[in-house]
């Protein structure tokens, strides 16, 4: 981190005398305009190159915890044992596999 911080000052005030040093170009900036130049170049290039966040989101990642346990609780029941509950049980898991679809 301390190397990143190194590089983006050195990136800043590179670009900084750069910016001052132009030939042959007009420049209309004041000292103050100039530093706000150099300090948002070196934010730009650290929120460019910042690679401290994953691809994924955590929330997905949560989700697809979830969900994997609600898939490891589900259970199959051939149709004989289906028919062969009382009607509760038939409505329920029926009530279950709808809310599963939805």
């Known amino acids: 981190m301390i190397l990143l911080k190194k590089n983006m000052n050195l990136c800043s005030k590179l670009f900084f005398l750069v910016i ?5 170009w007009s420049k209309s900036l004041n000292v103050f305009e100039m530093s706000l130049i150099g300090v948002g170049s070196g934010v730009v290039f ?6 401290s966040l994953d691809k994924e989101n955590h ?5 697809k915890v979830i969900e994997k346990y609600y898939n490891s609780k589900k259970r ?4 004989d044992e289906f028919l062969g509950m009382p009607i509760q049980q038939k409505l329920m898991i029926i009530e279950v596999y ?3 679809k939805n």
């Open 20 to 24: 001052i040093f132009l030939p042959f």
């Open 46 to 51: 650290q929120q460019y190159f910042d690679r």
């Open 59 to 63: 929330m997905i990642n949560k989700s």
């Open 76 to 79: 199959t029941i051939n149709s």
């Open 98 to 100: 709808h809310s599963y």
